[in-house]
């Protein structure tokens, strides 16, 4: 089961993993609201489908005011998104995400999955955040590590290391990245899910690291022990992608 970033950043929250101040959007009326909770300087304005590559089709804008901001997620209400994932057909825009924008220094990649291969709980990471991961494990594979999680053990400290050696982090960010790593690890085990992908996870110019996105999907065989992850379940995006 996917859930929308907004969903996920929500419960990222409840982890004590960094994600910026923002508030949703579930219609037209709710939109000024929206934006008057997120204090700006900056706002982004994201459409919430169930697919990524939103900013490619036009699903995410950056703006400076909060005219913008409003101008642009009503406009974003109802349009057909169409991006690398959704197909030709797309996917209409039932609800509007604003947050507040980042002062970026840096984008890396992480993710957390089941690994196939040794069906143990692994971590992925890359330099190359904000980027396709696909297309740099194809091109550059060297960019790209991966770290095994014993389950017996969790997340140790040697796993930690080789992550950070790999993103190549200062101490201070260091000890951010471990405690962000051990938290998003025990919210990947806790909720049952399947696929966690933060990309870009961003430093930003005051060396804070900040989730900037968030993709979560959960074992639907574990369900029935999550009722507060299937009350999070969007109809209309299954039922969209089943007409396709």
Known sequence: MNIHEHQAKDLFKEYNIPVSNGSVAFSK??????????????WVVKAQIHAGGRGKGGGVKVVSSSDEAINSAENMFGMNLITPQTGKKGKIVNRVYIENGSDIEKELYLSCLVDRATSKIAFIVSKMGG???????????NEITTVIIEPSSGVVDTDVEKMNKALDLDENLSKQFSDLVKNLYRFFVEKDASLLEINPLIITKDQKLLCLDAKVNFDDNSLFRHPEIEE?????????HEKE
């Open 29 to 42: 009326k709710e939109i000024e609201q929206s934006v008057k909770e997120v204090p700006g300087p900056i």
């Open 131 to 141: 980027m396709d991961i696909e297309a740099v494990a194809k091109d550059t594979p």
């Open 232 to 240: 999070l379940r969007d109809p209309n995006e299954e039922d969209q």
